[in-house]
T-cell receptor, first 114, second 110 residues
């Protein structure tokens, strides 16, 4: 089975800290995604990547950056964490080079910024 | 941008009953997918229906798609307590990222 692993299940950080959220997939997938999930707002796309060193902005990229140095790893970076970035962060991957037909999700990281 | 919009937001039924959730979207799509999320966990893919299909079945799941109305429905038959979860529709129209709705929260009571 495809496994998407997010490095932390829960994370508590202080305002202004630089935060790294790591995601690793073990199935050689081309595409990787970062979503955030907030009550009443559903899932919103932050960034995605369709190849190593490639990245594309999603719907809400402000305050975030990403890094994809290796195919299996996609990192989300909060340059200076703020309280409005408290959220559940979900990483996903897919093998598609065309229309996505199935995303595989990690278990999520619940980030609290105090 | 979010495209799918599920209805109802919340649904409470008893075990053995059927659960129906609806999804509406705004623009043309390549496919529409349904995902389930157990509380506080990641999403799990349930079923996909392509734009040229009208109905698909998978076990107790039945999905319909009406592209003229830009809507889809997910039917779970003979619901079980273990079906308690949030259900999301997701549309694919760009070749890359999926656009998710806000979800329907389903509670199945014994």
């Amino acid at each position: 089975d495809v496994k998407v692993t997010q490095s932390s299940r829960y994370l508590v950080k202080r305002t202004g800290e630089k935060v790294f959220l790591e995601c690793v997939q073990d199935m050689d997938h081309e595409n990787m995604f970062w979503y955030r999930q907030d009550p009443g707002l559903g899932l919103r796309l932050i960034y995605f990547s369709y190849d190593v060193k490639m990245k594309e902005k999603g719907d809400i990229p402000e305050g975030y950056s990403v890094s994809r140095e290796k195919k299996e790893r996609f990192s989300l970076i909060l340059e200076s964490a703020s309280t409005n970035q408290t959220s559940m962060y979900l990483c996903a991957s897919s093998p598609a080079t065309g229309p996505n037909e199935k995303l595989f999700f990690g278990s999520g990281t619940q980030l609290s910024v105090l | 941008s979010q495209q799918g919009e599920e209805d109802p937001q919340a649904l409470s039924i008893q075990e053995g009953e059927n659960a129906t959730m609806n999804c509406s979207y705004k623009t043309s799509i390549n496919n529409l997918q349904w995902y389930r999320q157990n509380s506080g966990r990641g999403l799990v893919h349930l079923i996909l229906i392509r734009s040229n299909e009208r109905e698909k079945h998978s076990g107790r799941l039945r999905v319909t798609l009406d592209t003229s109305k830009k809507s889809s429905s997910l039917l779970i038959t003979a619901s079980r307590a273990a079906d308690t979860a949030s259900y999301f529709c997701a549309t694919e129209n760009s070749g890359y990222a999926l656009n998710f709705g806000k979800g329907t929260s389903l509670l199945v009571t014994p």
